[in-house]
């Protein structure tokens, strides 16, 4: 088995005979990719390229397809959120977030206020954790060394943050069915106070390197725009969507958690090139923080993961030592072959994961296993749209299109 | 407190006004319209034209081992429109030995590459798609692997590969 | 090495050497200018590919240790740190890199997906690279500290020290490198995986001759 070879044709620009393909002979293939600096990891484009100017570009996807979609029927609930950490690997405390909030609703859980409250924090610290490494990327792909290097010193006080509530610094499996597994102590909540004291001195810092350093606005202004009209046909959403136009954000139009109590703003662009996306994704980071300094003072007192009588999450010791219905419901969700009941239906569950709309589509059977956990991943979209944004700008721009689109392979290949 | 959902009652109506009565379910507040494949493509064009602008996903449902199913494949549309926040699902049901439904990709650009993977995995044929090849397997790959039938460790493809050692190297 | 000590008596039939010349093996000073100055070419597919970066980031510096420099081009790297789960598009490509790398070249498996395949035994993930190249140094994690990874370069820069050779002769004899126990052990898998593995071909061939 060799490398899979180039597409037979180039879509919609493949010549239909022998005498326009001769014509065409000027043209030249380069192959970018799958190893290469720039892809995010496992991507392919062939390029055809008329000099250094891209006339046309086929992107390839399927080099990190693990077949998530069919582990999903095999592990239940709780053990599957172990690989939702594995997709979106920059930000795996949304994944989980989202995850647990699509199996939620099929089971049609309430959460406590507690609980939503600290799981907003997290997943825009998360949130956070992902604009720095996609900007930085853009940084580093475009010469910016030192950018990256802030945005990843950064991105390890958030680590430090994340691994002193639940023991790892990224793939984390937090959330369960009902609640979380790693209430917040004190110590977590000071190293959030600290950091959201602390961050936006170096996020200043950050943009006077960057924002309007001319060599970078060059090299983004104006390359790769997506109109507002070909975002929403082809079902870009997040930041990428944002930037162009569209005002979709669903924590303000569908919110879930604690987003209602909190005061933030969505952050647009109109420009839609890879200049409206960074600094979308820099304005949205300001505005993740302000949640998070919002949510900290305000966490409301209680139990955080959801009661007994639901009977998804594990009681608390003295429940299970002291009540009977503890010691019935521990019983119940830790042996093997009988843990939680679950409606034999179909639903779709979405959040605003930090590169768009990220859902499942969950089909339950009544056991404790998905019949089908189809993850519908922003990344797919985005990469679909590359060779509109592309055609016409040289090579260099491919790597500035393709990093602020923040098209994480293990997102896309499932 | 989860959300509700904006109601889509006015569009259903119209719906029924154009189509006769479809089959519909809610369940957790999403509405789910059930419609007969002959008809789905002008089902979709017609919410598309009432503000469903976003595609949100086309996926499919293997009923092989599900209890109580009629037939084998249930594809999947959830549309969504930006203006109004609505969102509606739309199944088709399709079934063995040749899935075969009608493209969307001339009313949603989205609808390529969903369909692409739709086909790589399942195996249902889209008519009148541009370019309907694998998506995420090789090219060379002949099985369709997230079907029930197909065993979650494949059937020997992952490792069928040359070896390299130290000398050859 | 024989260090000249002031006062030292010299051996009988040994040269005398002056104070301040050093004697060692030309092996030796080989290895430590290698094991020195690894440059990783980072085959970074999935998650362990962040905690590769992370490890080159400022705060766990890959750097001090002498991997400063990232080349992503495999004809200018020595070390091939294959970071993330390979799947089954993906391994040609990993089999083409490892051979357009010089020898000398070293691999290391970092994570468990790379090692043995990880949480995913599926049909499209391989179950460990070291089925299909070799591998040197395997890092287990899911991820990997950054620590875990810089332990794993200290140790490959022991071994490097330890079994290096100036020609490269260590990468040249399949006699040096112990069989897989999976090989040693199971006879009938080696007709299994006779058709493919150059080694098994190998011993069976020797094997027949032996008989």
């Not at chain 1, 990344?379 to 700008?393: D, E, N, T």
Request: charged content about 25%; proline content about 6%.
């Amino acid at each position: 088995m060799s490398i899979a070879p180039a597409p037979r044709s180039f879509r919609s620009d493949a010549p239909a005979d022998a005498a326009a393909a001769r014509s065409e002979d000027y043209l030249w293939t380069l192959n970018f990719g799958p190893q290469h600096p720039a892809t995010h990891t496992t991507l392919r484009l062939v390029l055809k390229l008329d000099g250094e100017r891209v006339v046309d570009a086929m992107p390839e996807m399927g080099y990190l397809h693990s077949g998530f979609e069919k582990i999903g029927e095999h592990l239940t609930y709780n053990q599957y959120v172990t690989v939702t950490d594995r997709m979106n690997y920059i930000s795996p405390m949304a994944n989980n977030v989202a995850w647990h909030h699509a199996v939620e609703k099929l089971l049609g859980i309430d959460l406590t206020p507690r609980c939503r409250s600290i799981r907003t924090i997290i997943a825009e610290l998360a949130r956070i954790s992902d604009h720095l490494l996609s900007n930085g990327a853009v940084g580093l792909d475009t010469g910016a060394f030192t950018f990256f290097l802030y945005a990843f010193y950064q991105r390890e006080v958030i680590y430090d943050i994340f691994e002193t509530l639940c023991g790892a610094r990224f793939t984390n499996s937090w959330t369960r069915v009902g609640g979380v597994s790693h209430d917040f102590t004190p110590l977590v909540i000071e190293k959030i106070r600290t950091f959201v004291k602390t961050f936006p001195k170096t996020l200043n810092d950050m943009e006077r390197l960057l924002t309007r350093n001319r060599i970078f606005v060059d090299r983004t202004k104006g390359v790769g725009v997506l109109s507002k009209d070909e975002a929403i046909n082809g079902g870009a959403t997040g930041p990428v969507a944002r930037a162009s136009g569209v005002t979709r954000d669903l924590r303000k139009d569908e919110p879930y958690l604690a987003y209602e109590d909190f005061d933030f703003q969505i952050c647009c662009a109109s420009a839609g090139d890879c200049y409206a996306r960074y600094l979308v994704r820099m304005a949205e980071m300001r505005e993740s923080l302000k949640i998070v300094a919002q949510a900290i003072e305000n966490i409301p007192p209680g139990q955080v993961n959801v009661g007994i009588d639901q009977r998804t999450a594990l009681p608390t010791k003295q429940q299970v030592y002291s009540t009977i219905e503890g010691t019935i419901s521990h019983f119940e969700l830790s042996m093997s072959n009988r843990g939680f009941e679950v409606p034999c239906g179909e639903s779709y569950g979405a959040t605003e994961a930090p590169n768009g709309e990220l859902g499942f589509y969950l089909v339950g059977d009544g056991s404790d296993r998905a019949y089908r956990a189809r993850c519908r991943p922003p990344s797919v979209l985005h990469f679909a749209l590359f060779p509109q944004l592309i055609r016409g700008h040289t090579l260099s721009d491919v790597v500035a299109v393709l990093g602020s689109l923040n098209i994480i392979a293990a997102e896309l290949d499932r | 407190m989860p959300h509700d959902p904006p109601a889509i009652d006015d569009v259903l109506a119209t719906v029924t006004e154009r189509f006769g009565a479809l089959e519909s379910t809610v369940f957790r507040g999403q509405t789910s319209l059930i419609v007969p494949e002959p008809q789905s493509f002008e089902v979709l064009s017609h919410l598309k034209e009432q503000g469903f602008d976003l595609l949100v996903d086309v996926s499919c449902v293997d009923y092989l081992e599900y209890r109580g199913a009629k037939q084998r494949y249930g594809l999947v549309y959830l549309l969504a429109s930006t203006t109004t926040n609505q969102r509606i699902t739309v199944r088709v049901f399709v079934d063995d030995p040749e899935p075969r439904v009608r493209s969307v990709e001339p009313l949603w650009r989205a609808a390529d590459w969903l369909e692409r993977e739709v086909w790589d995995l399942f195996g249902i044929h889209f008519a009148g798609h541009p370019d309907l090849r694998r998506l995420v397997m090789p090219e060379e790959f002949t099985a369709h692997p997230l079907r029930k039938d197909y065993p979650l460790q494949g059937r020997g493809e992952r490792h069928n590969f040359p070896v390299i050692t130290r000398d050859h190297s | 090495m024989a260090l000249n000590m002031p006062g030292r008596q010299a051996m009988p039939g040994k040269i005398e050497l002056p104070e301040n010349v050093v004697v060692s093996r030309l092996d030796e000073l080989a290895n430590w200018c290698r094991k020195n100055s690894l440059w990783p070419m980072p085959f970074a597919t999935a998650c362990c590919g962040i905690e590769l970066m992370a490890t080159g980031a400022s705060k766990h510096d890959l750097a001090r240790f002498g991997a400063e420099v990232f080349r992503f081009s495999p004809r200018q790297c020595d070390l091939m740190i294959v970071a993330g789960r390979v799947v089954m598009k993906m391994l040609p490509v990993l089999q083409r890199i490892w051979q357009q790398m010089h020898e000398p070249k070293w691999c290391i498996s970092m994570g468990a997906c790379a090692s043995t395949g990880g949480v995913f035994d599926t049909y499209a993930v391989v179950q460990g690279i070291d089925r299909f190249i070799p591998v040197d140094m395997y890092v287990p994690g899911c991820p990997p500290r950054p620590e875990q990874l810089i332990q794993a370069i200290i140790d490959l820069q022991d071994k490097i020290q330890r079994e290096g050779t100036i020609t490269g002769r260590e990468f040249d004899t399949s006699q040096r490198q112990l069989r897989k126990r999976a090989l040693v052990e199971a006879d009938q898998l080696l007709t299994l995986d006779a058709a493919r593995n150059p080694v098994a071909q190998r011993e069976l061939s020797a094997a027949a001759h032996r008989t």
